[in-house]
């Protein structure tokens, strides 16, 4: 644990006390979204400390210049850059002629920040204490509006204390902009227009290369002691920013307050020449309906979410805040409604792992999204990467790959790959395998076939193609081998026969086998017209099976487990155990060489072939394989702790679930890695649900139903969370020695508890 400042509530994430060391984790930790555009949680007016200035339009991107030593063929041209956009939410304050900065105040008392979960809205307070002696109460809240999701509000207090003010407060919007992070120190943005018109205010900017065009717009309205005041502002424009100055005089323990809207508008949603008009509209309609009235609606909009997606715990405060803050910043970050947008694993906090999609989205989110909201979620993720596919084929032809065989990017914005390390970008091609496992998974849960003979047969095959093509005949095994890969464990590159890649590739090439087949049986139009697009012939599909049936798995008889790559065991197998804890986290302390040539794993890799394939091994195996690998692993991954958590839980080990359970929950906010000042991780957040709803609630899907097994940890009291399978929502609530079932539905529904069957009744109680 890195940090420890954040104080523990149900609802709600706390900061008391201002510390400048801490600004930028609190910038991360505090940031604010409403799945179209979001924001680091950087203070509204002025801060000479460090800082990492941050707001983010969903969907917008510049493809940063790969830059490499010398060029290998196949390398992807361009780095994905999650864009700083135009920043809105500036509001400089000057009090009687001294401007108020946090860190050079003479004083700062009662500092309070809160990010409220439940309604939606960050907030901060606290008393300064100016160099001129003048005293201040200042009071701000603010959010970005899901009604209305390209407009945030600000409500911004100023409140004399100890004399009169001369106030004067400027709101403004600056499109000079950078990013944190640069390959060549390009200019990203290129302003085009700067217009002020009846006290609004729009700076159009559009990008270079991708040419996304944005409007950048804001309003503000002055109020005194709650009344408007009908200020008129002087406004200055430079090339790239437009303020409103605002000058009036207040006596003491009067409250002025400027409410100030802004957001973007932008040509995914609009012509790019009506941006300003579209602006106009927005800020009229939030103008006219009010903060407070805004604010109402924010708390509606996402007491409709928590309805379905909170997950209550009992008697454990830091624990229930943990899964509310990454249930939260799930929501925030993605809500489905926009198909073309994905789950970027930094999300709105931050701009590392530039680009939006990994295999993350399906190997950890979908499950969060198909559960808590409707599967039409889910499938809108499904559709994304369809919709991709010749992208992928594409980038599989850059490496050599010929007839239509497909790889998945491992990082993209368009269907392109866009990561520009090696051994990310070329060898770690498990993540073709978690796209095709996502297909299943879908299935699995939702019942629903349809995207698979519309869309996912095709997916599958290109996927299969794939498999084939990077698998190698070795004479001397007399199996396939895949050579020179980098599996989950990314602490290990450019090895041979990672367990986890070559298993979920012989299931990939069987599971498109089995979907053809089930395809020519039952939908004969839909098997036609898929075989004449992708050309493929029975003797190819023959070929196929003969790599899946043939496959090499490295299996170690002395430990009675599979290993994780070939050469696992020529390493010098030292326990995290016995590692010299001032060394952690070895990937900010170690040479990659270093770290290369160590037992050490970075995340849940053979582990998680027994995650994904759980059923296809028995308990027993999972516990040997447990045993064996869990004590080599760091966890310095975000992904990895929910995975043993799972595990942990299976194998009826409950204190050490719930460690790994606080870990995932609170990774971010007691900063584990020792990273969070870069943003939040949003992707392994999904897994922080897993952890509780598959670990502690054992849900599974077991022939076509749901199953449970009720566990808990025995610091809780009980904990609870719901459902929606296959259109009909169960509500679980689990005790230290029962569970109930409550069924939202018009039908019965049957499950399986303990491997017993039961059937509940629509809006009954059942309890077990």
Known sequence: MNLDYIKPNEWSIIEEG??????????????????????????????????????????????????????????????????????????????????????????????????????????????????????????????????????????????????????????????????EDSNWDDQFWNISNLTVENNQAFIEAQTMKTDFHTCTFMQSECLVEGQNVGLQ????????????????????????????????????????????????????????????????????????????????????????????????????????????????PKGFTGEKYGGSTYWDTEAYCIPFYMATKDQSVARNLLTYRYKHLDKAIENAEKLGFTNGAALYPMVTMNGEECHNEWEITFEEIHRNGAIAFAIFNYHRYTGDYSYIQEMGLEVLIGIARFWHQRATFSTDKDKYVILGVTGPNEYENNINNNWYTNYIAKWCIDYALENIDKIEAEFATDYTRIMNKVRLSKSEVAEWKKVADNMFFPYSEKHNVYLQQDGFLDKELITVADLDQTQRPINQHWSWDRILRSPYIK???????????????????????????????????????????????????????????????????????????????????????MSIVEGFGGMRVVNGKLSFEPKIPGQWEGYSFKVNFRHQILKVNIGKDKTDFELEGDKELDILVNSLPLTIKPNSLVTV
Request: negative net charge; aromatic residues 12%; contains cysteine.
């Open 18 to 179: 201002f510390n400048a060391d801490h600004v930028e984790a609190s910038e991360s930790i505090f940031s604010i979204g409403n799945g179209a555009m979001g924001q680091r949680a950087n203070f509204e007016e002025h801060y000479s400390g460090k800082t990492f200035q941050g707001s983010y339009i969903a969907g917008v991107y510049y493809p940063d210049k790969t830059r490499v030593g010398w060029w290998k063929n196949g390398y992807p041209e361009y780095f994905a850059k999650v864009l700083n956009a135009p920043s809105w939410i500036g509001i400089d304050v000057n009090i009687n002629g001294e401007q108020l900065d946090l860190l050079s105040c003479a004083k700062v008392e009662n500092f309070k920040r809160e990010l409220n979960m439940k309604e939606g809205w960050l907030s901060r307070s606290f008393k300064a204490t100016l160099q001129n002696g003048n005293e201040v109460l200042i009071t701000t809240k603010r959010f970005l509006s899901l009604d209305i999701d390209e407009v945030g509000a600000i409500e911004y207090s100023i409140k004399p204390l100890n004399e009169n003010a001369q106030l004067v407060i400027t709101p403004y919007i600056d499109a000079g902009i950078t990013n």
């Open 233 to 344: 502002p002087q406004t200055v424009k430079t090339d790239n920013k437009i303020s409103f100055i605002y000058k009036i005089s207040i006596n003491k323990e009067e409250t002025f307050t400027i409410n100030k809207y802004g957001g973007y508008t932008v040509d995914r949603n609009h012509d790019k020449n009506g941006l300003v008009a579209a602006a106009k509209s927005a800020l009229d309609n939030s103008v006219s309906t009010g903060f407070s009235a805004l604010l109402d609606a924010q708390k509606q909009a996402w007491a409709k979410i928590w309805e379905m997606a909170d997950i209550t715990i009992d008697g454990d405060i830091k624990a229930q805040q943990g899964i509310r803050f990454n249930i939260f910043h799930l929501n925030q970050t993605y809500l489905g409604t926009d198909a073309k947008l994905n789950i970027g």
């Open 603 to 689: 995340q849940a890799d053979t582990l998680q072939g027994f995650y994904f394939f759980e059923d296809h091994f028995t308990t027993k195996e999972l516990e040997r394989h447990f045993d064996f690998y869990e004590p080599f692993t760091v966890h310095e991954s975000s992904l990895s702790p929910c995975v043993h958590s799972i595990q942990a839980a299976k194998l009826d080990r409950m204190e050490q679930a719930y460690t790994f359970y606080l870990r995932t929950s609170r990774l971010d906010l007691d900063d584990y890695n020792h990273e969070v000042h870069e943003g939040l991780h949003i992707t392994s957040m999904a897994g922080t649900w």
